[in-house]
């Protein structure tokens, strides 16, 4: 019996969804800012709402190349993901952020998160990253 395929990065979301291991990761390039910070927002609020269970969540912030976000950006994402996630089963959210900035702009959001079912945590490893959220370190690569 062979394993699973695993299904390649979706080419408009740069996401990936791994229904063996119940993880959305997402795999931004370029610029982040309030357009795509948003967009993935509400994709992710989509997924949930037809997943048939909850699942963990995986971003790959390594690629950015520039962010541009103010806190009220990050403040308003928050909200939106807090309404839309609140009385649901905990999950994790792990974001590995290996530079500055997007460690920074990372530690925002998750502190912001606390008060929610989604257990956000940044790593600057992605090998910390998937050992907190149970799966291995192949699970995380952008590329199968």
């Known amino acids: 019996m062979q394993p699973p395929a695993i299904p390649m990065i979706d080419p408009f979301t740069r996401t990936r969804f791994r229904t063996d291991l119940r993880l959305e990761a997402w795999y931004p390039e370029g610029l982040l800012d309030v357009t795509l910070a948003t967009f993935i927002i509400h994709y992710v609020g989509f997924e949930e709402s037809i997943a048939d269970e909850p699942f963990h969540r995986y971003?790959?912030?390594?690629?950015?190349?520039?962010?541009?976000?103010?806190?009220?950006?990050?403040?308003d994402l928050v909200a939106i993901r807090r309404a839309s996630y609140d009385g649901r089963e905990p999950v994790k959210s792990a974001i590995f952020a290996p530079n500055a900035p997007a460690y920074g702009l990372a530690h925002m959001f998750a502190a912001l998160m606390e008060p929610s079912p989604i257990d956000v945590r940044v790593f600057r490893e992605v090998a910390e990253a998937a050992e907190w959220l149970g799966v291995r370190v192949e699970a995380l690569a952008a590329e199968p």
């Open 59 to 75: 971003a790959d912030l390594s690629k950015l190349t520039a962010v541009h976000l103010v806190f009220k950006d990050i403040a």
